[in-house]
């Protein structure tokens, strides 16, 4: 996959009345919790949301595994589900980089390129969005010491990282710690951590040992793949850390939305 110009973080000008969500496979089968929060969040802003019921993966997956074919065959079931000009909202960078960067060079050439092209303009990611549509969380939580992680794809691709810290940032009580390794993989990377599972795991160990030398007492992520990998490593090693909390789940909570 060649390099991509990460996008831009931008600013309606106008809120829209309706969007989609897109709510990735990963987070559909492991978190669904943190989908429902990132949606009723949105809601609360005046924005009604749809979610196309025959969504499945955006195609990553086999597409950073070097199988276009697989990942176009998967990544085409997905282009009819979005037919009004809406808001495309994905809970996470690496597969809205997926579908905005990737989609139109994987239906170059075929009968769906027009249509592949007209969806990743509309691709968003959930903290973006927020942030497109003006929207400022009200804190409302005890002071609290909070370290990030941003998946590589996310940051690179989406720029997820910044939109991520200026939405915490912005949170009166939550002191956002940068810890060493912020930059660096945490060894998911997909299918690598399958392949790869020596690296990985020495990967995550340096991720999680970075977060814990923090102090944090809570650890934010917008990537759902990222929380599982460690996620399951503070549980197996760290079981005085705490888990990772999808950043929507984060903001509902703080903002006082989450019962």
């Known amino acids: 996959m060649s390099a991509q110009t990460p996008t831009p973080i931008i600013r309606y000008d106008s809120v829209p009345s309706d969007a989609y969500f897109f709510g990735t496979c990963v987070l559909d089968i492991f978190m669904p919790e943190a989908g429902m929060d990132a949606m009723t969040l949105i809601e609360q802003q005046g ?23 697989e990942a176009f065959n998967v990544a085409k079931e997905q282009l009819d589900l979005f037919p009004e000009d809406w808001p495309i909202v994905v809970p996470s960078g690496s597969c809205g980089g997926m579908m905005k960067h990737h989609w139109p060079t994987l239906f170059k050439g075929t009968p769906y390129e027009q249509k592949a092209n007209e969806i990743a303009k509309r691709v968003i990611e959930f903290t973006h969005f927020l942030i497109a549509i003006g929207y400022q969380p009200q804190d409302k939580g005890e002071p609290v010491k909070v370290a ?6 996310a940051r690179r691709e989406m720029n ?40 990985s795991g020495a990967m995550v160990t340096d991720k999680v040992a970075a977060l814990k030398e923090t102090g944090a007492t809570q650890i934010i992520s917008a990537d759902c793949g990222c929380m599982m990998n460690i996620g399951g490593k503070i549980a197996k090693d760290e ?15 703080r903002t006082g939305g989450k019962a």
């Open 47 to 69: 924005i009604r949301m749809h979610f196309p019921m025959g969504q499945s993966c955006c195609g990553q997956p086999a597409y950073s595994s070097g199988h276009p074919n």
């Open 148 to 153: 990030v992680h941003t998946s590589c794809a």
């Open 160 to 199: 997820v990282h910044l939109s991520g810290w200026q939405l915490i940032d912005g949170m009166e009580n939550v002191e956002r710690i940068v810890h060493d390794h912020e930059s660096e993989c945490c060894g998911f990377g997909g299918t690598f951590s399958v392949k790869h599972p020596d690296i």
């Open 239 to 253: 079981p005085d850390m705490p888990m990772p909390k999808h950043i929507a789940t984060f903001l509902l909570e």
